[in-house]
């Protein structure tokens, strides 16, 4: 049986790596950036509702939404803010994600 003998450096194999997960991180972030302030039709494509369901969140007192420009737009980095201290609290108080199968 012949056995071959193969050197790897894994410091090219890590360079690669890292090449390669920045090039396709840069690829999603590109495909996926939204602007500072979102429309309302941003908003729903960005959370994937309706129209109807857009306007429900923004009437939420505790909602990021701002009105200065004569539309309601919101805030993209207050949204993401929003969404991770909702997600925790329903984690915290309730038993959602405990009860649904993943």
């Keep these: 049986m012949n056995v071959i003998k193969v050197e790897v450096d894994m410091n090219q194999i890590r360079q690669a790596i890292r090449e390669e997960v920045a090039k396709a991180a840069e690829e999603f972030q590109a ?55 909702n997600t925790q609290w329903v984690n915290e108080n309730t038993e959602y994600f405990n009860s ?3």
């Design 31 to 85: 495909k996926h950036q939204y602007p500072p302030l979102l429309t309302m039709k941003q908003l729903q494509d960005f959370l994937n509702i309706k129209v109807t369901k857009a306007y429900e969140l923004i009437k939420r007192q505790d909602f990021p939404v701002t009105r200065e420009m004569g539309r309601p737009m919101v805030p993209t980095h207050m949204l993401l803010k929003w969404i991770e201290r």
């Design 100 to 102: 649904r199968a993943m």
